[in-house]
Every structure is written in structure tokens, then in C-alpha cells.
């Protein structure tokens, strides 16, 4: 009997799981995908909002400020990449009023320093931004991080200090037990929980009726984005984001803490919950609207395009309730990522509140070794560890300079890789400019040696999702 | 700090014949740095034969090639780390590399020989709609599944590029059993020479869909097929053409990049159109005693050229090394061309001798002539019954001419 | 009858064409050298290729090999399945013989590199 089930090991999920890891409780996070971090964790802007967006009073607007106060320690502790670049909102003088209103209501909403920018320092901050560009919201303490590797970390860090994570879990029935609940998943295996926390992302809706509520409603919204190469990460510092109009946000043009550049996203709503289909629409949208903030976007230095799915709410706010053991966490769209932190805080009140006893473990530690520390030592430091550990002087992947060492870390340090992209999201091995052409044969060959498995066995995401059918000549 | 007279990166043809030429030209102090497991770089995947015919008068296979130089390079003892990647090169050329024995470790060379060689553009450059399911390699990731790894990484395959190494993976893909539906190629041209498209689709009967592109991608965990469409003459698809086309592969032979980081972190300037260095005919870059030669400088059809070029730079390292190009040379003339002759290696002559000129035209021309002037006057008219962009071509300027020159400048065109 | 051939003899890919009369080969042009004619040749009456792929390693791997000389084309897949069933030794050198006189065409498989690498 765990006393705590998470289902969904997406941002939310992970952060609510290492909050709880601090007490004594036996605790569980469930995943129905191969890794954590897989739904819209795995594809969204990737930005901490300051809080100015969101409507004052609301839970999303609390959850924000918080959560963006908390992030830099979370990040500290986790050894998770974190850079408060701060946000513009960029306006045309016929848009003034609106970015007024915002700054206004950034004020009310409690975020540190956000004022009104006008065009010559605006020019001066930002010099590639569309000239005809009047003013601009500054919000300095907007920041960019990476979602999955936030995921990864936070999961990673609960399970260091004892709690559990189950994949390729899929949740299909749960039952309300006498002491909690039986959770089931579709191959068949139950686990029983005195707490279920609903952390499944566009799936919250379906977890919730499992748990007897109706009432919860999710969409899927979609979002094509486009990633450029490095070599054009000093486009902008400021994460830049449109004046918000009645068709939406518009599309951002932000670092990204790898030092990319990131475009998008578009804005749709879809029935689908698995279609990350991108669109040609898709592309030209985000193009033709990352060319009202910003000019001279070198567009030849695309390397990949995605598309994210946001779980968007039917209230138009974040959806957080308890009832009789079960939190629910639904419709956490933007700025879900900022809030997590808040949201984790805020379970962790909801759980105590209702009695769940707990005591803080004397061995419990918050923090974490950053996944890309070998990248930052010394060439004396880094010679102590190759001397010690010789794969560490292996290069696999060039593009980003990441050797077998470290690619064999991502496989056995918690939560394990067990397929490509797994391993691609902890090293950034194949997401360079060659997109693992050189180097996914090798992480191909180090995943088989490294879990025993065959070479035509290993995926690209689990699943169907094989690299290799099978050898040319037969067995050997 | 460990000094070395001459520092190789990379270990592939370009390499090997570079030290064995730098060698033979009096220098012995060569350290040769290769990232792989063993010399040969690219070649070693390269099993088909067509290789060497120009250099060894017989026609051999990729791996047979690189041996004929890794004899060469292990009869002369020189000396070579493999598994050893170059992190860094700077100005004062100081080479940072790194491997299991000798961690990280920096050494001074007197001169530097860049040979990397090149990388295949990848998918996201391309932006193809759809889901990004797993079964999208590049030619040349396929290639080292099958030829090195022994594994079929397809069954159903279809191929966007005509590249040589798409048309030869067509080939090599379904003599291993795979059915290779159709190799789509935006241009109204193949990018591949007409040999392959002979021995690798012809003899298959594997259509080559000229001005054609893959529009979709379809499959959620695997490819499950793509949509095709015929591109209008400014390459954008036309809707009423699509097509679906059912497979679990898509590969990718879209051209291949020159591999130079290290160089423009050197501050090397690089030529916009070869995405190699610009070299003088010695393949000196602008930092003295940085040579680059092979596909890191620019993208060659056939090895034997290669070869032929790492011979130039190897020698032309020895000499400077023993400091006989230590003047700074009067004679410098400038490269220049009409865009229809895309670019030209070297970018400039600085020397008196003989140099050929290897040069690229940006598309398929009848009938033609390869002209060569100096200022108004022609000195160099070439006729050509067909040229194309998949087809390197050369010209000599002889001392003669560059003797009697009146400009400093050479243009090179097509009419 | 005219038939228009792509030479595969050396990288030029001359385009050659070769006029014929029945089975009778009356005169071949395009050619800029003597194999290119007989290519021709051969290639309206025989064709003949070159076989290259890879071999089994006995415990692990593969090792390329190739035809040592041309065999019938029609005799390609064939030819493959031969390969197929060859295990080679892993301390194979290059050169060594996979497959004595394939399907009787007189040509041998032979490996293009050392087994151990």
C-alpha cells in the first residue's frame, strides 16, 4: 500500500512527487509513456512567466507569481538550467492601451519590477525587433528553462530519496478501496494508494471520471513551434513575447537556456489528444507572426520543428480540487510550468490540512547533481574523472560534445533512459545541427549494452518506435 | 605543452594522403587525430565499389581504398590516435583534443592540417509536415546500420534526395531485401552522378521522381508512409499532385555540409557557398599554416580527388613547416565567378605554378562553354557538351598564363 | 533498333548509344574510351555487375565483401543469398575468399577489409 499515487509524470506530477518526497511516505508516480516528461511537458515555450497575465484573483495568476518565485531555488537545488532573461511584451502604437492595461495588471498580480518601456530603450534593449515597434511591457523577472529537464531532475530527485516511478503505466480503472484507492493499469497490474493525486495532463479528465468525477473537462490546444541553431541563440536576450489581442498571444521569438533560438507557437484547438502532427499552415504562421516582433530572422538555421499539445481547461483557470483522497490538477495549461512549483506547495498544504501524517525524513536531501556538470569542470577536473572513468573521454555525440560517459549516466542514473530520445532529453546527444545522424548508431549500441537488450530492440520513444528490424545475415 | 611539426585532424582519405604526402615531403614529426575507431573515416561504410579508378587505376571499394593509405600511413610509422576527438584549435595553433588514455591534452603544432570531412544535412533543416515517428535516418545513417552494424534499419523505404549516397543505400537497401519505392528529388536534376542512377535505380527498376518532394510524414511510433508532391518551377508543391506513398522508412540524401566548426571557431573565414575555408592553391586558409583539404573544404563527387587535393596540402604543409613559404608571395589572384559557376577551390592563386581549379556549376547546362578571363580577355574557353551541379569540373591555369596576366583577378563563367 | 545506355564504367556516366539489329550490335558511339565500348557491348548481349555487401563475422559482426569480378547481372539476388549463408572467420584478412567461384560464374567473394577492425 503506497500512501501517495501520482499518475503523470509530466512537470506537475514531478514537482508534486519531489515536494511529498520529503516526508516519510511511500510514494509512487505512475507514467503510461516510456519517460517522464512526454505529453505538453515535452513541447511548450519553455518560459517562466512573471505573472502579469493572468486575471487578477485568479488561481493561475496566484500559482504564477508564486511559482516564479520558487523556480530559482527549485532549479538551484535540482541542478536545472535557469536564466531569469526577463520578458518583453512588444506593442504597436495602436496596441498601447492594451499593454497599458497589462502593466497594470502586473502591478495587482504582485510581479517585482514590471514597468512600461518606451521605443528608444526598447531599440536599445532588443536592436533586432521590428522597427515600427512603439513600446513594451518589461517584466524582469521572466526567465526560460528547460521543461523536461526541470522533469527529469524533479523525478529524478524524489526517486533518490525513496520515491518510485512506474512507465509505460497506463491507468484504465481505479477503485475506491477501504482504505484508498485501487489503482489498475491496462496490462493488468493494480497498486493500491491511500492518496491519488490526478497529475495526467490532457488525460486529467479521464483520470477524474475513473475517480467518480464528471465534471472535469480537457482540450487540447496546439502549438507548432521551430528550433534554430545555435549559432543564432544572440538573436535576442529578453524572451519576447506580442501584446495579447482577442486571436491570441501571438507567437514568442526566445532564447532557450541551450542557447537556441525558439519560435512559436500556433494556436488551435483540436479534438485529438496525440496529434503533434506539424503543418505546413503551421510553419508559415509562426513565421509570418515571429516577423511582427522581430526582423532579419535567419530562417535557414532551422534545425527541427514540433508541435505541443496544451491542456486547456473548460473554466478558463487552473482546476485544483480535493475530495475524499483525491487531488485533481487539471486544465494546468500556461503558465502551467511557472506554477508547478506553487502547485506542488499547494497539494503538500492540501494533504496536511486534510491529515495526512508525515514526518520529514532525517536523510532527506533536495538536491540533485546537474545532468550537464561534466560539460562545466575544469580540464584538470575533467582528467580526474577520465583517469578514473575512460569513457568519459569517449566523444559519442559532436555537435554537442557529449561523451560515452555521460550518455552511460542518462541510462542508469535516476530516472533511466531506456530509449533514444530518453537519452537525447538527459545529454542533448542528437540535438545538434547533424540531428544524430553521426551519433545515434552508437547510443543505439550503448542503450542495448547498457540494459541487456538486443540492438533491433531499442526505440526511439518505446513503443513500435524501432530504429533497426532485425540483422542482414540472420544470427551470426 | 607537447609540440608536434605537423597536427592532422581527421584520419579519412583526406588525412592519410595529407601525411603521407607531408611525410614523403621530409616532414616525420605528424601526430594524425581521429574521432572513429580506426582510420579511413567515411570510406569504411562506403562498401560499394567505383573508388580509385583516377588514383590506383583499378576500381576498388571504399574500404579497400583506405587501406591502400592506411598501409601507406602505418609503413612510415607515422604516428595517429584514433577515438580522439579535437575539441578546439586556436590561432596560435594550440589543438585541444580528448580521449580515454590521454584525457584531455593540448599540443602546439607548427602547422595544422584540417580534413573532418563533411556531414549530411539533416531533416529539420528540410521542415517536412507531419508527425516525427522513428524510421527518418539520413543515407548515411542507414548506411552505418547496415554496411558497419549489420542491421536492417527498413523494409519499406523511400528515399528524398538524389544524392550518390541515397541512390547507392536504393541499391544497397534492396539487394538486402528491402523494397525501395521511389527516390523523389526536388530539382528537375538528379544530385547524383548518372552512373548510380544507372547501377543503383535503373537496374532495380526504382523510379527517380524528379521535382518531386515528401510533403507529409505519416505514423505515430514508426513511419507509416509519406505524402508526395510534384513542385511547381519555383519548388513549391502543387496540391492536386500528392500522392500517398505507403513505407516505414524515409531517408534523407539532401546533400552533404562541410564539417567546420573547428574552423570558424579558429576565426578561419569560410567561403559562403562551399561552407568550406577559402584557400589559396597550397589550400592554405588566411590563418598562415592552416591548411584544410577534402571534404571539409568542399564536397567532393569521387575520393580520388580527395586524395589528389590532401596531396597538395600535405606538401604544401611540409613546406611551410621547413619555412620555405615563409615569404609572403607577390602574385595574388582572385577567384572570382559568374553564379552560374557557383565556386571555384582554391578562392586564390598566390604562387607561379600550375594550378587546377575545381569548380561547381549551379545548374544543368547544354552546350556549353567554361570560360576563363582576365579582365576582358578570355583566356581559357572550354567546350562542354553537358554540365551539372552533381558533377565536379576543372581547368588548369598554367604558370604561362598566370605569368602574362594584366588584372589580378580571374572570372569564371559559363556561356 | 537504337538503345541509350548510361556507361557505369568509371564516374564520366558517358551516354552511350548503341544501335542494333536483332540481337546484332551494327555500331555504338558516345563512348570516350575503349571500356566504355565494350560496357556496351556486353551490356546489350550480357550485362554483368559487380556485387558488393557484407558478410557474416562467426560470433558477431559484419565484414564487407564484394564479387571479385563481374558476374551476370540476373545472377545478382541469387548471388545475395549465397553471401547470406557465408559465415567468415574473425580473423578473416582482406582479400580472403567468402565464396569459391559463386554460382559457378568464376568469380569469387571476397571480404574488402580485415575482419578485426
Known sequence: MYDVVVVGAGVVGALVARTLAKYDLKILILEKESDVAMG?????????????????????????????????????????????????????????????????????????????????????????????????????????????????????????????????????????????????????????????????GLYSDKIAAMTGDADVEVHPRRGDYMLLDRECGNFCSHTIFHTPTKMGKGILVSPTVDGNLLLGPTATDILDKEDTKTTAEGFASVVSKANDNVKNLPLNKVITSFCGLRAVGSTGDFIIKMNDGVITLAGIESPGLSSAPAIAEYVEKLLTDAGMKADVKVDYNPIRRPAHYFKTLSMEEKNEIIKKDPRYGKMVCRCESITEGEIVEALTVNPRATDIDGVKRRTRSGMGRCQGGFCSPTVVELIARELGVPFESVTKFGGASVINYGKTKGDN | MKSVDLVIVGGGPAGMSAAVAAYDAGIKDILILERDKSLGGILRQCIHNGFGLHRFKEELTGPEYAYRYEIQVKERNIPFKTETMVLDISEDKVVTAMNSTDGMFQIKAKAIILAMGCRERPKGALNIAGT????????????????????????????????????????????????????????????????????????????????????????????????????????????????????DTLLLSCGLLPENELTRAAGISIDRITSGAVVDENRQTDIEGVFACGNVLHVHDLVDYVSEESDIAGKAAARYIKGENAAALPCTVELETDGRVRYTVPQRIVGKEDVTVYFRVADVFRDIKITVRDGERVIISKKKQKVAPGEMETVKITKDMLASLEGNKLTFSIE | MKRELTCIVCPKGCQLTVELEGKEIISISGHTCKRGEDYARTECTAPMRTVTTTAAIIGGGVVPVKTDRVIPKELMFECMKEINKARVSPDAKLGDVVVENVLGTGANVVTTRNAKI
Open chain 2, 132 to 247: 516525427r515517428p522513428a524510421g527518418i535516418f539520413t543515407a548515411g545513417t542507414a548506411q552505418k546500420f547496415v554496411n558497419m552494424d549489420g542491421y536492417m534499419p527498413g523494409k519499406k523505404v523511400v528515399i528524398l534526395g538524389s544524392g550518390d549516397i541515397g541512390l547507392i543505400m536504393a541499391r544497397r537497401m534492396t539487394l538486402e531485401g528491402a523494397e525501395v519505392k521511389a527516390v523523389c528529388e526536388l530539382m528537375p536534376y538528379s544530385g547524383g552522378l548518372a552512373r548510380n542512377i544507372e547501377q543503383c535505380l535503373n537496374d532495380f527498376g526504382i523510379p527517380l521522381m524528379l521535382s518531386h518532394t515528401v510533403v507529409e510524414i505519416h505514423g505515430k511510433e514508426r513511419v507509416e508512409g509519406v505524402t508526395i508532391a510534384k513542385v511547381d518551377d519555383r519548388r513549391r508543391p502543387i496540391p492536386e499532385t500528392k500522392q500517398y506513398i505507403e513505407c
Open chain 1, 40 to 200: 505538453s511537458t515535452k513541447a511548450n515555450s519553455a518560459i517562466v512567466h512573471a505573472g502579469f497575465d493572468a486575471a487578477e484573483g485568479s488561481l493561475k495568476a496566484k500559482l504564477n507569481v508564486r511559482g516564479s518565485e520558487m523556480m530559482e531555488q527549485v532549479t538551484r537545488e535540482l541542478g536545472v538550467k535557469y536564466n531569469r532573461n526577463g520578458s518583453l511584451v512588444v506593442a504597436f502604437e495602436s496596441e498601447r492601451k492594451e499593454v497599458e492595461k497589462l502593466v497594470a495588471r502586473g502591478i495587482a498580480n504582485g510581479v517585482k519590477g514590471v514597468r512600461l518601456v518606451e521605443r528608444k530603450e526598447l531599440h536599445e534593449l532588443e536592436p533586432n525587433l521590428n522597427d515600427d515597434l512603439d513600446c513594451a511591457l518589461l517584466a524582469p523577472t521572466g526567465a526560460i528553462i528547460c521543461p523536461y529537464e526541470l522533469t527529469i531532475a524533479a523525478v529524478g530527485n524524489a526517486m533518490d530519496n525513496g520515491a518510485e516511478l512506474k512507465l509505460n503505466f497506463e491507468v484504465s480503472d481505479i477503485k475506491k478501496t477501504d482504505g484508498g484507492f485501487a489503482v489498475t493499469s491496462s496490462k493488468g497490474e493494480t497498486v493500491e494508494t491511500k492518496y491519488l493525486i490526478n497529475s495526467a
